[in-house]
């Protein structure tokens, strides 16, 4: 009995790690459209390297979450 890699329940188990990630995608897009503190190389480059790191470990970190919550045989529903 094998089941779908993602079945429909594991995005609500993960929504504690979407909405963050949603979030910080949204104020990156809007930093890199507006930018109301005028453009300082240094003090982007440490924003965006800032955001964009977070947004790459929290990824990596929800999808290990999603592999886990996948492989536990307590939510096998079978």
Not at 3 to 20: G, K, S, T
Not at 54 to 69: D, E, N, P, Q, S
Request: charged share 15%; aromatic share 8%; glycine share 4%.
């Amino acid at each position: 009995m094998s089941r779908r890699a993602f079945d429909a329940e594991i995005p609500l188990d993960l929504a504690v790690n979407l909405i963050p990630l949603a979030i910080i995608v949204f104020f990156v897009a809007l930093f890199a459209v507006v930018n109301p503190w005028g453009v300082a190389p240094l003090q982007s480059a440490v924003q965006f390297a800032i955001l964009l790191s977070m947004i790459v470990l929290l990824g990596l970190v929800t999808y290990l979450a999603a592999r886990v919550i996948e492989g536990d045989e307590r939510t096998r529903h079978d």
